[in-house]
């Protein structure tokens, strides 16, 4: 598996908006384990993303598609900015489950 | 919901032991929605835990679990530290699925 943990940064004020945009299509990415969207509580604009994928491909491809190029699109003026990224190799757990197209 | 995302590191050549113990018991934690375990792919040594809970009490009380306080006590000697912990608020996504017990 491969898996994603990374921070992104909101513009002021907009997290909200931009959590709505990164959850939009997330039940329809082939491949994907688990895809979870989580508020920092001690920073007001920042947003934890943690990702799990049957393989890096899956996840490249998903950013390939239609509905995600279009939240994309719309999140871009939204983000200030990505921190904190590591790239892991899931192992195993609670909440894998995966998404077929 | 409740989240933690944080690194541990396993002493030098234990990781996949420590592993082992940590996914022990992670089908039978009440509250729980979701406990991921990854390698992370930079060091041999570090491993990332991801988990989203129903509340902050039920993760206090997993940790008063017996299977969950025996898998701790076998952990122990196989963890060098812990860092970069964040608490997290889940607000959504894909792979959350509740354990009810």
Redesign the interface.
Known sequence: ?Y?L?GKMTAVAGQRSAL?ALL?DA??R?PG???????????DADAI?I?E?WDSKDSHARSLTLPEVKAAIAKARPLIAGFA?G????????????K?TG
Do not use: F, K, Q, R
Request: aromatic share 8%.
């Open positions: 598996m898996g943990i959590i959850l997330v039940e990415m994907c384990y688990s895809y979870i969207v989580a508020e920092d509580t001690a934890w943690t799990v904190d590591v790239t892991t190799t899931p192992v195993g757990g609670h909440g894998l489950v998404v």
